[in-house]
């Protein structure tokens, strides 16, 4: 038994070598192809999660990018673009975890790191000594992340991490309704979008609803629990013409939206969804989603013009 845990480690060690110096692109293509069952075409995209890949490895304005997922450093700019009545209220920032503790309150805060998804700390109830202590410990495992590596997309390694404390906005202890609108820029002043809504995530499995060009009828639904957004579409209809604001600068843009109540609060920009194996987009939407990205071709970089990024990550 125990020589078959050593084989055994030794090949999770080998493939997460082979992992760590083969091309992002290559990783991704075996993930795709393990996803879904073929390979993806990077160089000439036509779904929407290959055009993804395209953006990641090939088209990718990084540094924009990375400066605009910035959690901490967006908020700037939808002041100047929109209002800074859109912005959650930020309590608190800092690169030192330490400091938290100096706070004197973390009662219905919000704490996650600028730099990463998925990572974040809800806190309903004030934490006693233990969990601040604890907390302290996570956020510093989180400034210690390498986001990029994680799901490949190079722009977060633009990003120079912090903590950031925000108000919590959902209702009875319960994770707001997500409220995601893909923006298909069609340079003619005209979009096209896929609002995508998640909710029930504080189910063992989350529920998803898309609506396509319109804010009435699901195209698709995900796990249905007869979500009703009719009462929203006030606030919906406010969100989609600021998203297209928003997303006027791009080919291609998601801009996430939360409600509380009337009160519209901006989430984030995503620039890789999914980092390209976003699920779920079946009855066509990977086909539909990919013909509505007219997706622009950047003009090639001069060498002494490349933004200084590792190595390994020009690999593609």
């Known amino acids: ?46 779904l929407f999660n290959e055009k993804v890949l395209n953006r990641k490895f090939v088209n990718g304005d990084h540094v924009r990018y990375g400066r605009l997922s ?23 920032e800092t690169d ?14 919000v704490v996650k790191p600028n730099h ?26 989180w400034l210690k992340t390498d986001f990029s590596s994680q799901y490949r997309e190079i722009h977060y390694r633009y990003i120079k991490p912090r903590i950031l404390v925000e108000k919590f906005i959902g209702e ?23 609002l995508q809504v998640i909710y029930n995530r504080n189910e063992p499995r989350l529920s998803m609803n898309f609506y396509v060009n319109n804010l009435q009828i699901a195209f698709h639904k995900i796990r249905n629990t007869g979500l009703d957004i009719s009462r929203d579409q006030p ?46 987009l079946e009855k066509g939407l990977n086909e539909m989603m990919g013909d509505m990205w007219i997706q622009e071709r950047r003009p090639v970089i001069a060498r002494e013009e490349e933004p200084k990024i590792a190595a390994v990550l020009k690999k593609i």
């Open 1 to 46: 038994m125990n020589k078959i845990k050593r084989v055994k480690r030794e090949i999770k060690r080998t493939f997460n070598f082979i992992i760590r110096i083969i091309p992002w692109s290559t990783v991704d293509s075996l993930k795709y192809l393990s996803k879904f069952k073929r390979l993806p075409n990077i160089r000439e995209p036509k």
């Open 70 to 92: 910035d959690k901490y450093h967006v908020r700037e700019y939808i002041a100047a673009k929109i209002g800074a009545e859109y912005l959650i209220p930020l309590i608190y």
């Open 96 to 109: 030192n975890p330490t400091s938290l503790l100096s706070l004197p309150s973390l009662k219905g805060m």
């Open 116 to 141: 990463a998804s998925g990572m974040v700390e809800i806190l309903l109830e004030e934490p006693d000594a233990l969990k601040k202590q604890q907390l302290v410990n996570r956020c510093q495992e």
């Open 172 to 194: 009875g202890g319960a994770a707001p309704v997500d409220y995601k609108f893909h923006m298909f820029n069609k340079r003619d002043g005209n979009f096209e979008y896929v």
């Open 235 to 280: 606030a919906l209809e406010n969100a989609l013409s600021l998203s297209r604001e928003l997303a006027s600068e791009f080919d291609y843009v998601r801009v996430d939206w939360y409600l509380q109540g009337e009160q519209l609060y901006f989430g984030e920009l995503t620039f890789t969804p999914g980092a390209g194996l976003v699920t779920g």
